[in-house]
């Protein structure tokens, strides 16, 4: 019964969190809230957080940062909804009993990898992955461990993740680079090392901390240039709906200053649809900030 007690524990937990304090908002869907930020803006979600009384919350260290920037296609940004796994440093031996050192113990290196792999440093979170998600891993002091790398993190795209916000431990950088996967982390706590002999899977789908913030699974992430920023799933909907009102509000100022100035129009400031119809669209109040 021991045992049984701390899952349900913490599922009560993330129950808690999503509902306390939820300011009477609509329980939406994720693929409500993923169209609502769809193209946000750090600095907007980060104004609308303090809109409703979310000051300096949420909003990640600025050394998670984008490992790479493309200003002409955007394509570093990312937006989604967060699915939480967590990695920490072993506290196993080395190999029990076979010298390594010795060729002829070769098999025995490789019998004991698959094992890391598949008993101790898998990764069961990849069930969650939908279209949308936000792979977010707190895997800081991991033994300077690569927990993901050029490969699996195109495997996780190919299953509809949007991105990647990790405390460290990625390697393959030239090739995450050369491949354009979208990944904010902390450049100087990458890891190089294969996961075995260094760390362990610890859990999926629980709170963690990266960057200093809280996020749970189920949050929204947005990331762009600025950094990263966490929205409490309690207060998603109206901070995305200021949000996207910001949004719409710097393009039309901008593109006024574009004409003025004769700069080539470009898609930071095409028009997107008024707030009022957008929101009406997704099901959504048409005022955010009106009982």
Known sequence: MKNLFLPLFLIGV??????????????????????????????????????????????????????????????????????????????????????????????????????????????????????????VMDNKDDNDTGSTGSKNIMDWQEKGAVGLVAAGGVRDIDEVIRQKNPVYMNYFERGRGERIGRNEFIDAQRPVVVGGCLVYPGDVIVADGDGVVVVPRRVAVRVGQIAYMELVDDMKGRKELY??????????????????????????????NKK
């Open 259 to 288: 004409e003025k100035t004769g700069r080539e129009l470009d898609e930071t400031v095409i028009i997107l649809d008024e707030p009022a119809a957008f929101f009406k669209k997704l099901g959504l109040p048409v005022d955010p």
């Open 14 to 135: 993330i129950t808690i969190h999503t509902n306390l304090n939820a300011q009477n908002e609509p329980v939406v869907s994720d693929e409500v809230l993923i169209a609502l930020y769809k193209g946000a803006r750090v600095t907007d979600v980060v104004d609308g957080l303090v809109t409703v009384g979310y000051m300096d919350v949420g909003v990640m260290d600025p050394k998670i940062a984008p490992l790479w920037k493309d200003v002409e296609t955007m394509s570093h940004r990312f937006s989604g909804i967060a699915v939480t796994v967590r990695y920490g440093p072993t506290n196993r031996p080395m190999h029990p009993g076979a010298d390594l050192t010795k060729p002829e113990n070769y098999e025995e290196y490789r019998k004991w990898r698959g094992m890391w792999y598949s008993q101790l440093s898998s990764e069961p979170f990849q069930q969650y992955i939908k279209q949308g998600t936000v792979v």
